[in-house]
Structures are given as structure tokens and as C-alpha cells.
């Protein structure tokens, strides 16, 4: 794992804040539908996510040689209310565990990177790909976070439209 990737992974926390800068609590909250995940939704995805991934690290450092575990994301943002939370909170964890994970990361040697375990597909993934797996994961979810911040707009316009007409 080179030092540019782990700086990417580290990195995902700085573009989350600069992704929701300047939205309300209100519009973090918003939801385009029933089914759809707010902004707030999303961040506990992806500390729920991190979570997973720490452990998943750990086990294969271990060297335990059981299944890696896979996790239900909306039944885990579902379940624990996260849309309840608040973003600050939920950006603290992840930051933290980020922190956390690189100090980690940074002792080890280029061959326990390259150490894997068996995911829950029955394949095995190395602790490099799980790293840039997950920044990658972040990347796409941050684009599912531009997507709602567009939804909040034109429903706010739609509101404000509505109002002038009454």
C-alpha cells in the first residue's frame, strides 16, 4: 500500500465535512422518500462501515481464519435511528476511527498488508484492498450525498414556488 492511497483513505473525513458544509439540520435530514437515505443516513453508513472495516483489519491481523462478516446497511442505519443523530457526532466517530485505523496501518509491514481473510462472498481480500475498497466506498457515497444536497434544493424551490403561489 503506497502512502498516496493511505493519505486518500485518511482523507475521506476532510471531504465529508467539505461535502455537507453549510447544510442545516434540517437538510441533512431530509429524505426524498421512505426508502431513500438522508445525508445524516449516509454518514452513519459510512461510520457503520468504518466500524466493520476496523474489525475486519484486526481479524485478519489476527489471523483467525473465520468467514469476515458482512453487514446489512439498511437494516443497521434503519435500527439505530440514524437519522435521528446528528451529523457532527457521527463525522466525530468516523474521523476518529480513521485516526485510530492509521496509526494501525502505519506499523504495519509490507507483508501484513498484503495479509487477507474471506470475505462473505467466499473470497479472499487482502487488507490493501480492503483499504481501498473502503475509500473508494466513501467516494461513491459522497456522490449519493451531491445527489440528496440536489434533491434538498429542488424541494426547497418547489417549496418556496408554492408559497408564492398562495
Do not use: C
Not at 509491514?109 to 470475505?119: D, L, V
Not at 483499504?131 to 440536489?150: C, G, M, P, T, Y
Not at 418556496?160 to 398562495?166: G, Y
Amino acid at each position: 500500500m503506497s502512502s498516496v492511497e493511505l493519505t486518500g483513505y485518511l482523507n475521506t473525513h476532510e471531504q465529508l465535512v467539505r461535502a455537507i458544509e453549510g447544510l442545516s439540520e434540517e437538510q441533512l435530514r431530509w429524505k426524498a422518500g421512505p426508502t431513500s437515505w438522508s445525508v445524516t443516513e449516509v454518514l452513519a453508513h459510512l461510520a457503520d462501515h468504518s466500524i466493520v472495516v476496523s474489525f475486519r483489519i484486526r481479524d485478519i491481523l489476527a489471523d483467525t481464519k473465520v468467514q469476515l462478516p458482512a453487514f446489512n446497511q439498511d437494516a443497521w442505519v434503519s435500527g439505530q435511528h440514524s437519522n435521528q443523530g446528528k451529523a457532527a457526532d457521527i463525522l466525530e466517530l468516523f474521523r476518529s476511527l480513521l485516526h485510530y485505523n492509521s496509526l494501525l496501518l502505519g506499523r504495519l509491514s509490507p507483508a501484513e498488508w498484503e495479509k487477507s481473510g474471506i470475505n462473505f462472498k467466499g473470497e479472499p481480500v487482502r487488507i490493501t484492498d480492503i483499504v481501498r475498497s473502503f475509500s473508494a466506498h466513501v467516494q461513491n457515497h459522497l456522490a449519493q450525498i451531491e445527489r440528496v444536497k440536489q434533491g434538498v434544493q429542488a424541494n426547497q424551490a418547489a417549496q418556496a414556488s408554492q408559497q408564492a403561489a398562495l
